[in-house]
């Protein structure tokens, strides 16, 4: 069934869903389903539980399993990785045999064909192994968390703030506890608890 405006749309044939064009399905309760390409040519066994759709979407998988790749060419050089989330046109196309990844936008990837454990959220993000990148452009590459659009982090820390929005200023002297009076700008976060505002100051590194 497809939906359309105003209702549901029913398409019907005689035949399976493996009579389709570029669509393959085992027709198991653990089977894989393929949608764009037809079944991948090097599958080795038979991996459960992939759900591909889009053209060049897991193109390669050979026996990764439990992936779910969306999107024109999401996930498609991944052959041996397996429980990954790959959400996006060109989304992952850099991963091969790293697992538990999950990556959505356009172009969102690992900065390595190995990366585990991931998380890259927005248009162009990058991440390695452990790390979390969040925001359009944000790269998280040592461990740590990049978080807001152009956020770049390199170690195993946070890193907030955006390369085109920065972090707050202030130049309050007294309306601010814990600033001293006439103290140069500040950078912090302000988090509002109720009525009552409290801010986290942020030291540049020497």
Do not use: H, W
């Amino acid at each position: 069934a497809v939906g359309a405006p105003g209702g549901i749309v029913s398409i019907n044939f005689s035949g399976g869903l493996n009579d389709l064009s570029n669509i393959s399905y085992a027709g198991t309760n653990d089977a894989s389903m393929y949608i764009g390409n037809g079944e991948p040519t090097g599958l080795i066994g038979t991996p459960t539980k992939n759900t591909v759709l889009g053209e060049g979407a897991g193109v390669e998988t050979t026996s990764g399993a439990s992936n779910t790749f969306i999107g024109t060419n999401a996930g498609i050089q991944v052959t041996t990785g397996g429980t990954n989330c790959i959400l996006g046109a060109d989304a992952g196309d850099t991963l091969e045999i790293g697992a538990g990844n999950v990556i959505v936008g356009t172009s969102a990837d690992s900065n390595a064909n190995n990366v585990n454990a991931s998380i890259a959220v927005g248009k162009n993000t990058v991440v390695s192994t452990g790390s979390v990148a969040i925001g359009e452009s944000a790269s998280a590459t040592g461990g740590g968390i990049a978080l807001g659009r152009g956020a770049t982090n390199t170690v195993a820390n946070l890193a907030l703030g955006s390369a085109t929005y920065p972090l707050l200023n202030t130049t309050d002297s007294g309306n601010v506890n814990g600033l001293g009076t006439n103290q140069s700008p500040a950078k912090f976060i302000e988090v509002q608890i109720g009525a009552t505002k409290y801010y986290m100051a942020l030291y540049e590194q020497a």
